[in-house]
């Protein structure tokens, strides 16, 4: 996936542009991106601030270590799944 030009915090600072009366045409040539662009940003960090911004990355975080740790869990069940029916 391509990195973006711009940071989640910057993006969520181009969407308050627009809530404070900026027209998008505007505020898209103003910072180079497009009208898709800009109504994707919206649609994904739409109402969201700085905090709920840093609480979404730290529940993505622990979601992702949660999931390691299933798929390490998973994979030593099946072991020793394996290991009981190799000895009955």
């Not at 869990?73 to 009955?88: F, G, H, S, T, V």
Request: aromatic residues 6%; proline residues 1%.
């Amino acid at each position: 996936m391509k990195k973006s030009r711009f940071s989640e915090t910057q993006i969520i600072g181009i969407l308050k542009e627009a809530d404070a009366g900026i027209p998008v045409k505007e505020i898209c040539r103003k910072h180079g991106i497009s009208d898709a662009t800009y109504y994707n940003w919206k649609s994904k960090y739409g109402g969201m601030n700085a905090s709920d911004l840093k609480r979404l990355k730290e529940t993505e975080r622990e979601l992702s270590q949660l999931k390691r740790m299933y798929a390490d869990m998973a994979l030593e069940n099946q072991a020793l799944r394996d290991l009981i029916e190799k000895k009955l």
